[in-house]
């Protein structure tokens, strides 16, 4: 294998760890500070990327004026889900099944809206690729990643240094404690759903500029995500990027010497390791 082969697939690597990092973001954040494994952030992703799609396409609205749009409203949806979670007392393993219920619920939503048909977005937004040297750096995906980057960074330092942050983490250790503090529990709760929300907004508007989209595929990306969001360690902003670059970095390596195939192979090896040998690290 050449080195301009092995450099361009450690290039693709990034690129795609940098979106598992994106769309696992909220996933991590809902785990860790709300007890709920949220399997329908994956509907709100392709949820985001069909409404992406229809406002930016035929729509005809610039793309960054329609993620401007996208991430409030799924704020919105963020919230009233966790407001309906909380309403009824929905604990963590309920969760699972509870939401991945929403998730075929959104699934068939998108059918009867957009068909289950394949669908693109064509736009000339940052089409093409810079050059350097023999290598390529696709503009739209070099966009993406500073976005998940960037938010990866700013949500670490707001759950670490404002008091937001600091009275999620006293919340988590003991509810009771902190809410005799003055914490509002709740209402943080509350807001953290909300921004988990925002942020799938933002993961599946990327995604409509970067794939073919198709109901179906929603499965596809739970393993993958989840792996970024274990490797990462729940609740950690930073971590959960740094896990998407090793496992998009893993993979694309892994193609280039073998099979696409084989692709999956090194990173959830990895996961299955770490979680024999080593589970308090997640």
């Known amino acids: 294998m050449s080195a301009t082969l092995l450099g361009q697939s450690i290039l693709s690597g990034i690129f795609s760890g940098s979106l598992y990092a994106l769309l696992g973001l909220g996933l991590t954040l809902s785990w860790r500070y709300l007890k709920i494994i949220n399997l329908a952030h994956f509907a709100f992703i392709f949820l985001a990327a069909y409404l992406t799609?229809?406002?930016?396409?035929?729509?005809?609205?610039?793309?960054?004026?329609?993620?401007?749009?996208?991430?409030?409203?799924?704020?919105?949806l963020g919230y009233a889900q966790q407001a309906f979670l909380d309403h009824f007392k929905v604990d963590e393993f309920a969760s699972i099944i509870i939401t991945f219920g929403m998730t075929i619920l959104a699934?068939?939503?998108?059918?009867?809206?957009?068909?289950?048909?394949?669908?693109?977005?064509?736009t000339h937004f940052l089409r093409g690729s810079w050059e350097l040297g023999p290598f390529f750096l696709p503009k739209q995906e070099m966009l993406m990643s500073a976005a998940a980057l960037a938010l990866c960074l700013l949500t670490a330092a707001f759950l670490r240094f404002t008091w937001v942050g600091k009275a999620l983490r006293a919340g988590l250790d003991n509810p009771q404690i902190a809410a005799s503090f003055g914490v509002p529990n709740k209402k943080l709760s509350l807001l953290i759903a909300g921004i988990a929300g925002a942020l799938a907004g933002v993961g599946g508007s990327f995604m409509a500029l970067l794939f073919t989209l198709a109901p179906s595929?929603?499965?596809?990306?739970?393993?993958?995500?989840?792996?970024?969001?274990?490797?990462?360690?729940?609740?950690?902003a930073t971590g959960v990027f740094a896990a998407g670059l090793l496992i998009g970095v893993s993979e694309a390596i892994t193609m280039a010497v073998t099979a696409p195939a084989w692709a999956p192979l090194a990173p959830f090896t990895l996961l299955i390791l770490i979680l024999v040998f080593w589970p308090e690290r997640v």
């Open 217 to 236: 595929q929603i499965y596809s990306w739970f393993g993958v995500v989840l792996a970024a969001v274990l490797l990462g360690r729940i609740g950690s």
């Open 53 to 76: 799609y229809q406002l930016a396409g035929p729509g005809g609205l610039p793309p960054l004026l329609v993620i401007a749009l996208v991430a409030p409203l799924f704020f919105v």
């Open 107 to 122: 699934e068939a939503f998108i059918q009867w809206i957009w068909s289950a048909d394949f669908v693109r977005l064509e």
